[in-house]
């Protein structure tokens, strides 16, 4: 049997880890969603593409809806990899609580082309061309957005491009923008270059090593607001998303409406804001109780390799 002999020191340092997970959780205020206005809309903030541990995410379908709440996110897509069943999940969780509005997804996920299909009932098969990818979410009265178009998709995406109702322009790959195969400014010329109007999304396509809400969608719904609704907006192009310059892409109206009366989304970065002092103590007091067990653990592993009797 593991016997557990722990020195005071690495009680106090587990005691003060404790205290800042303790902080965490009890200090985790979510930002005020206040009701917004423009051209005659309510405006919305959006991220309509996250992931969750069903396949390659890390927050299950109801943390993903938690977290969209401390997000200050007023709707949400969970658009898991060839299925919609998390996301169903997530909306009935949300109903459940106190929202924020889930809109069902799914990413039909391929070797050609990634497509978001949001406001769809049932899952959309993946094995079948793209034409047909985009009718069965057009058949369920869904939105088909043109996920990550980088020109490593163009050759499937391009023939089809106007049959999109949206496509993102801003993702997280404008944060790291160094790889060839993932350029973001080919993602600004797939939506520009479009010879009919697309709605511009921006998404953060949430897995977890990057922010659910890091790019966000404003999305300009006639109330009441109902996940209808959102469908509605996003089919008319209803859309603006901003670059990290804070251009503006998007219908040209409401881009003029933001001009005139600017908005700015809430927190939509990297960085980490505590909600008070007591958070900040707390977690730090939380860091150094974590480091202070790592050093001990190490410690106490140096004192037992040099403690242990040496083979003859
Ligand atoms: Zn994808
Ligand atoms: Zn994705």
């Known amino acids: 049997m593991m016997r557990l002999a722990l020195s005071p020191a690495y009680l106090v340092a587990i005691a003060m880890f404790g205290a800042g997970v303790f902080g965490g959780v009890v200090c985790d205020e979510r930002p005020e969603r206040p009701v917004v206005h423009r051209a005659g809309y309510r405006v919305l903030e959006g991220d309509f593409h996250a992931h969750t541990g069903w396949s390659d995410g890390s927050l299950s379908p109801l943390g993903i809806v938690r977290q969209a709440n401390r997000r200050g996110l007023d709707v949400v897509s969970i658009t898991e990899h060839n299925t919609v069943w998390p996301s169903r999940l997530g909306r009935a969780y949300a109903n459940a609580t106190s929202g924020p509005l889930v809109v069902t997804g799914e990413e039909v996920t391929t070797a050609r082309f990634h497509v978001?299909?949001?406001?769809?009932?049932?899952?959309?098969?993946?094995?079948?061309?793209?034409?047909?990818?985009?009718?069965?979410?057009?058949?369920?009265?869904?939105?088909?957005?043109?996920?990550?178009?980088?020109?490593?998709?163009?050759?499937?995406?391009?023939?089809?491009?106007?049959?999109?109702?949206?496509?993102?322009?801003?993702?997280?790959?404008?944060?790291?923008?160094?790889?060839?195969?993932?350029?973001?400014?080919?993602?600004?010329t797939f939506y520009t270059e479009a010879r009919a109007p697309l709605g511009a999304i921006g998404s953060s396509d949430y897995h977890w090593m990057s922010v659910l809400g890091l790019c966000r969608t404003l999305v300009f719904v006639r109330e009441p607001v109902t996940e209808s609704a959102v469908i509605d907006a996003l089919r008319e192009h209803h859309t603006v998303t901003f670059d990290r310059e804070g251009n503006a892409f998007g219908d040209e109206t409401l881009v003029a409406a933001l001009r005139s009366e600017p908005y700015v989304p809430r927190t939509s970065d990297y960085a980490y804001r505590g909600s008070s002092t007591v958070d900040r103590v707390l977690r730090t007091i939380g860091w150094l109780g974590l480091t202070g067990m790592l050093l001990l653990r190490a410690r106490k592993r140096r004192v037992n390799e040099r403690d242990e009797p040496q083979p003859k």
Do not use: C, K, N
């Open 116 to 188: 978001i299909a949001i406001g769809i009932e049932s899952t959309v098969s993946p094995d079948q061309p793209l034409d047909g990818v985009l009718a069965a979410i057009h058949a369920q009265h869904g939105i088909a957005i043109a996920a990550h178009p980088v020109r490593h998709f163009w050759p499937s995406l391009l023939p089809a491009r106007e049959s999109f109702d949206a496509a993102e322009v801003m993702h997280p790959i404008a944060y790291s923008d160094r790889s060839a195969a993932w350029r973001w400014s080919d993602m600004v």
